[in-house]
């Protein structure tokens, strides 16, 4: 279901098609490293998921993993948010800030969404990759620091510095170990156990002894495309609890719809997430 290799511990990934054997494999090598690694995917595939592995499994395991999604926080606030500031450097600076960078110091710093990252930002990350050393806003002092990095995108960020909003250097620096994770569509033989997994993980926060599925429902399931990918399985498994009556759920206690490959086509995901996201929102 999940793997366990020698002293590498990937039992919180649940997976056994030939897709996910090939990511456990690249996980084996990536892990006996320290090198920057960039983790491409769509969204829901389990990217910090498969970051937290690497850490857990590296010799940083007992150092910190600190996670920030780059574009859940305002171009004007993730300056901040990353490098930190001192007492007085803006108007709302009413104390000295530690830095993500400084928290994750001697451990492994999460950037995900990185693709959403402003072009001044960049540059600075740059320079810490480059120097292990960073300003806080306002500080006059360099502070050192040693973090792994890893990134994570599920824009095309080839693409994105074709574009020229995301600078070359930076894509070569982040981008030493490449890993790429197969959308749920593309190991369908894997729903089962997914399935089963998240059944057994939410059923007592629901209040209900079910069981499994009935062979209906899991077929239901797996000719599904989920373009959620596995946090989408996760949902609808939840909901398939609250509205199950019966020891197994059927396939109307299931809320999915035909889809298709090109299902998710009204969504273009090479614009930015914050973009998309609003015009959803509306």
Do not use: W
């Not at 937290?52 to 999604?69: C, E, T, Y």
């Not at 495309?225 to 946090?231: A, E, H, K, L, M």
């Not at 490959?261 to 959803?280: L, P, T, Y």
């Amino acid at each position: 279901l999940s793997a366990e290799r020698g002293r590498h511990d990937y039992n919180e990934i649940i997976g056994s098609s030939s897709a996910m054997r090939k990511v456990f494999e690249v996980l084996d090598r990536v892990v006996e490293t320290d090198l920057p690694v960039r983790i491409a995917g769509e969204s829901g595939t389990g990217k910090e998921l498969i970051a937290r592995a690497i850490h857990k499994n590296g010799a940083r395991a007992k150092r910190p993993f600190v996670s920030v999604n780059c574009a859940a926080v305002p171009d004007s606030l993730l300056s901040s948010e990353l490098f930190g500031h001192v007492k007085g450097a803006f108007t709302d600076a009413t104390r000295d800030r530690e830095g993500l960078f400084a928290a994750a110091h001697t451990g492994t710093l999460f950037l995900d969404e990185i693709g959403e990252m402003p072009l001044v930002l960049q540059v600075k990350l740059l320079r810490v990759l480059q120097s292990q050393e960073f300003r806080r806003i306002g500080d006059d002092l360099d502070t050192k620091v040693d973090v792994r990095l890893i990134t994570a995108t599920n824009r095309d960020l080839e693409k994105a510095v074709e574009a020229g909003v995301f600078r070359q250097d930076l894509y070569y620096r982040i981008n030493v170990f490449p890993l790429t994770l197969p959308p749920l569509r593309e190991r369908r033989e894997d729903i089962p156990l997914l399935a089963h997994h998240f059944l057994l993980k939410h059923r007592t926060k629901v209040g209900k002894r079910v069981e499994g599925f009935t062979p209906p429902a899991m077929a239901r399931l797996c000719s599904y495309d989920f373009p959620g990918n596995v946090r989408e399985l996760e949902n609808k498994v939840h909901h398939a609890l609250v509205m199950a009556q019966a020891e197994y759920i059927r396939p109307d206690d299931i809320s999915v719809g035909r889809a298709s490959a090109s299902s998710g086509a009204g969504v273009d995901i090479s614009r930015k997430f914050r973009d998309v996201k609003r015009e959803v929102v509306e």
